[in-house]
């Protein structure tokens, strides 16, 4: 792949091209067609809404402009507050969500719901920069760019205000190693914070993960050579209200990604998840057989039971936080799915003894035939489990 990229060593003028007079009425900005749309993936946002929406007005003067909110079924009232603040404001529009969740998701969802040739990508918690998209659009509209990233790094690669240690130092490792193995070339490709022609959206979606929170890395991948990559530097600032959705689990986010970046899109990131959970389940399953056999005195049989049981255990929950976690099961909906799960993996297993069987009696190298076994029940196993455990 090849990205044409560009940066600045500092984040510069906060003036936008104004076309719009700012005392035209609101009302007539709003029955024209917007030149940018700013996405703005919510979750238990409700105490920023309002803050989000005073900061782009301001940010945004002279530019025909909406904003999308796109809620994941928020139980803390997100949805309510930003309709009520629509009522009065026309450039405000809301998606609601339901029965699926993830940033990457909401955002490509917004984006191919726009009216803008123009669209940008921001975080509702207010850390990013919003004073620098008059000049990221600027970049777009000029013809620089088709791709404009604000980066949290310096040209000399270092990481500005905002970072904890621990984030910073995962956040340089993943950016080595997606350039490493995706060939680009870019200071933050886990940035949360850019704006993107329309056109190039529709190119790239229906390649694009809606798992998962690295929607720029993903976007990066898949774009077609030769795009133009504009980078601009910004200052990350603190979180001003709630807490933040990322977490440890988002590396096995990024690796599924990569994974499947590598593997030309053919199999999807969660799958690679779920095998990386099925590989420590089968430590598991070894661990409890030799101990229900050496301490509990139990026949090979038994202890074979045991431990299979065990092993879909650990798997179910694992596959729940991990794997699944944006269908997570909790409460009696968790008891139901672990039955489920018992039983697909116990039909996966005669998936698995089948297939080997057969290999095995084309090919007697007993290796082959155990692959293509394990293999053949983890994809039943996901492609039943995606369907009917963890369904939508």
């Known amino acids: 792949m090849v990205l044409m990229v560009t940066s600045e060593l500092e984040a510069g003028s906060q003036n936008s091209d104004t076309v719009i007079s700012p005392s035209v009425s609101r009302g007539v900005i709003a029955n024209s067609r917007p030149r940018l749309s700013v996405i703005v993936p919510t979750y238990c946002e409700a105490g920023n809404i309002a803050a989000m929406i005073a900061a782009l007005d301001a940010s945004l003067t002279g530019i025909r402009w909406e904003v999308i909110f796109v809620d994941d079924d928020s139980p803390d009232g997100t949805m309510r507050v930003i309709r009520s603040l629509g009522e009065s404001d026309d450039r405000v529009r809301a998606m609601r969500r339901v029965g699926r969740r993830g940033l990457a998701g909401a955002v490509i969802e917004g984006m191919l719901a726009s009216g803008a040739d123009i669209v940008a990508v921001v975080d509702a918690d207010l850390q990013h920069d919003e004073k620098l998209l008059p000049r990221m659009l600027s970049e777009i509209e000029s013809g620089e760019a088709d791709l404009v990233i604000g980066t949290r790094y310096s040209q000399s690669g270092e990481a500005r205000d905002g970072f904890s240690t621990a984030r910073r130092l995962s956040s340089e490792l993943a950016t080595r190693l997606s350039n490493l193995l995706l060939r680009t070339n870019v200071s933050d490709p886990m940035s949360g914070f850019f704006m993107i022609r329309r056109e190039l959206v529709d190119t790239i979606a229906p390649n694009l993960s809606p798992g998962g929170f690295k929607l720029l890395l993903d976007i990066l991948a898949s774009a077609p050579a030769g ?18 959705k990322l977490d440890g689990l988002v590396i096995a986010d990024f690796v599924g990604l990569l994974l499947s970046k590598l593997a030309g899109n053919w199999v999807p990131p969660r799958f690679f998840l779920f095998a990386l959970v099925g590989t420590l389940g089968l430590v598991i399953h070894l661990f409890a057989l030799r101990s229900a056999i050496v301490i509990a005195d139990a026949s090979f049989n038994t202890a074979q039971i045991f431990a299979s049981f065990v092993a879909m255990t650990f798997n179910f929950f694992l596959n729940n936080v991990l794997t699944f ?4 099961l909790s409460g009696f909906q968790a008891i139901k799915g672990l039955l489920i799960f018992y039983a697909v993996c116990s039909v996966g297993a005669l998936a698995n003894i089948g297939v080997a069987d057969l290999v095995y009696s084309h090919d007697t190298t007993w290796w082959r035939a155990g692959i293509a076994g394990a293999l053949m029940a983890a994809v039943f196993n996901y492609a039943v489990s995606s369907a009917f455990t963890w369904r939508r």
Not at 227 to 244: C, L, M
Not at 325 to 328: A, F, I, K, L, N
Request: proline share 9%; glycine share 4%.
């Open 227 to 244: 795009i133009r990559v504009r980078e601009i530097p910004y200052v990350f600032r603190p979180r001003r209200v709630g807490k933040s």
């Open 325 to 328: 976690r944006d269908r997570r």
